[in-house]
């Protein structure tokens, strides 16, 4: 509860504005309690006497302008609270959204989409049904209900402990139906959370399920996914409703019982007090109690329902910074070195006893078969991964003892998936520094050879662009550009970001011959100052490679320039003369 309540006290204004007008709002909803018992109790109305019309006037008037001044009251706390509510979901929203681009890459990998979508929608439940229940409803009772019970305790001795019994009684029932509406509550959240997981990932499949003929199988998973949820829910709603029969009953014997109990402990009271504070307790106390069980359930079902997110919150991060991590130094091509480094995936080894160095502004090339672990050395640097065993150092610093914000800016990223949006040209390039004028996007775009209109050359503006512009839509992963201008982009982000040291992940893979050697001659040009690795498979393009690794199975086969590779005969010799045969 706690824990739950803190994402809300840390928003803005939580102790000064929030609190000061909702202690306001909540003593005028509290004012309506103190004049209905400590007006009857001072204006002592004996109905036997004949003069009591006029004092019975005043008190009523006195009573109708306090019912109205609560109710006035009530959509203004209704409101504060909203707004509240609100921006503690933003909060609570925001955290997970962090934790989410917190967490190593294989988690997220591994974890369905769905799953972190539900978690996300099931935040603004929690937030819906935990703010209004706890602040709307079971603080202002708990308040009344102290003043009641002090007050009719102190003036009719018994009356107080006769409300106390009913507090307690709607509470304990309340609180023990609570449970179990918590545990279906939580149990609904994981189905659902399984359910949208499954439903994305079938979604996803449009283009296999037609490749293969499989629609009808895919619509029949996704048929079956949703009855199975279905299923479950209703059972959960059955169990709830098999509960809030014995609570209506229960409800129904205390609105029996109150009159009785209320007039037989008002000791000392007369006929009027005794109407009074029956009519008080049995039409609005009793009222407020009913609701109070129910913000018990709610309250109950919010907190059980945070704790899947608390879990999610709480995962341990074995790639996030450590306490003490310093900032990398920025603004120099940074040495690069992997010391026997290990890393295993599952019961897999992906890495086995890594070591090597790049020194600074040198480029290393890595190459190996599919699966060997090239791309791998690159997430590892990232702290994508954490590895197994070993140590990286950027700088003769381990990248663990700096913090990832700081590392990761040193680097520009080229990937085979050119990893673009669908946003404008503009704007994808844009993201690689955001903020960043249309001046400095396009030299960008010119550094990278994308030819945009309004780019200029030494010749004047660049020709042959067709109706590639900064406005131009990329599309969805940039369905709306050839796979070239694709890799341009994202050359050109990466150029915009200007980072010291270039990760080029088999950036020319896929595209045609002409297309990828135009790349290439880009790529060799940039990187000519920068600490660069690049994964290929195209082994001829790291003739120009200070040294380059060749994997297999983890290891390190072979270790060299392109030319003493060449001379070896080993591996890399093999491949290289297998691929000029092949084309």
């Known amino acids: 509860l706690l824990y739950l309540n803190g994402f809300f006290t840390q928003v803005d204004g939580y102790y000064t504005a929030f609190m000061g007008r909702y202690v306001f709002l909540v003593a005028a909803h509290l004012q309506f309690a103190i004049t209905v018992s400590v007006g009857t109790y001072v204006a002592n109305i004996d109905l036997d006497d004949g003069l009591i019309q006029q004092k019975i006037y005043v008190l009523v008037g006195v009573i109708a302008g306090s019912y109205l001044l609560m109710q006035i009251a009530k959509p203004f706390r209704e409101a504060l609270l909203m ?58 009772l708990c308040v009344e209900t102290l003043f009641l ?41 994981r189905n659902g959370m399984q359910m949208f997981g499954k439903l994305v ?70 006929l009027f007090q005794r109407l009074a504070m029956i009519g008080y307790v049995v039409g609005v106390y009793l009222t407020e109690l009913q609701q109070f069980t129910t913000a018990l359930a709610q309250i109950r079902t919010g907190v059980s329902d945070f704790t899947v997110v608390r879990e999610f919150l709480e995962r341990p991060n074995a790639v996030g910074d450590r306490p003490g991590a310093v900032e990398l130094a920025p603004g120099i091509s940074p040495a690069i070195e992997f010391k026997n480094v290990v890393f295993s995936y599952g019961e897999r080894v992906i890495l086995d006893d890594v070591s090597f160095k790049v020194d600074a502004g040198s480029r290393l090339g890595v190459v190996g078969s599919s699966g060997c672990g090239k791309s791998t050395i690159i997430k590892l640097l990232l702290r994508f991964y954490a590895p197994t ?55 960008a775009a010119k550094l990278a050879e994308l030819a945009l209109k309004g780019a200029t050359d030494e010749g004047g503006e660049t020709d042959n662009c067709g109706d590639m512009n900064l406005d131009k839509p990329c599309g969805e992963k940039g369905a709306h550009l050839s796979g070239g201008q694709q890799q341009r982009v994202a050359l050109a982000r990466a150029m915009l970001k200007n980072g010291m040291c270039y ?46 690794i060749y994997l297999d199975q983890g290891k390190i086969l072979e270790h060299g320039t392109f030319d003493e590779l060449v001379g070896a005969k080993g591996e890399f010799y093999s491949q290289l003369e297998a691929r000029k045969r092949a084309s």
């Open 503 to 548: 990760l080029l992940d088999e950036p020319t893979t896929g595209l045609d011959g002409v297309v990828a050697r135009q790349l290439q001659d880009t790529f060799d040009e940039i990187t000519q100052a920068s600490s660069t690795i690049m994964i290929t498979h195209h082994l001829e393009d790291l003739k120009n490679a200070d040294q380059i």
């Open 201 to 270: 990932g079938y979604m996803a499949s449009y283009e296999r399920a037609h490749y293969f003929g499989n629609v009808d199988h895919t619509i029949g998973l996704v048929r079956d996914a949703i009855t199975e949820y279905n299923v479950n829910r209703y059972n959960d709603k059955v169990g709830e409703l098999s509960e809030e029969f014995p609570m209506l009953m229960f409800g129904v014997v205390c609105h029996v019982l109150a009159p009785v109990l209320i007039a037989l402990s008002m000791e000392g009271s007369t």
């Open 389 to 443: 065993s070993g140590t990286i150092t950027v700088n003769g610093q381990d990248i663990y003892s700096v913090t990832a914000d700081s590392l990761r800016s040193l680097f520009s990223v080229v990937t085979q998936d050119s990893q673009l949006f669908n946003g404008t040209i503009r704007e994808n390039i844009g993201y690689g520094k955001l903020g960043s004028s249309d001046d400095d996007i396009l030299h």
């Open 149 to 189: 019970f002090i007050f009719l305790s102190a003036a009719y001795k018994y009356a107080g402990m006769v409300l106390l019994l009913f507090f307690v009684t709607f509470s304990t029932v309340g609180y023990i139906t609570a449970l179990r509406m918590s545990d279906r509550s939580q149990n609904e959240l």
């Open 83 to 140: 707004w509240y509510r609100v921006k503690g979901g933003e909060t609570i929203g925001t955290a997970m959204i962090a934790k989410i681009f917190n967490l190593p890459l294989g988690e997220i990998t591994t974890t369905p989409t769905g799953e972190f979508t539900q978690l996300l929608v099931q935040n603004g439940k929690i937030t819906e049904t935990f703010h209004p229940a706890f602040y709307g409803i079971a603080i202002p």
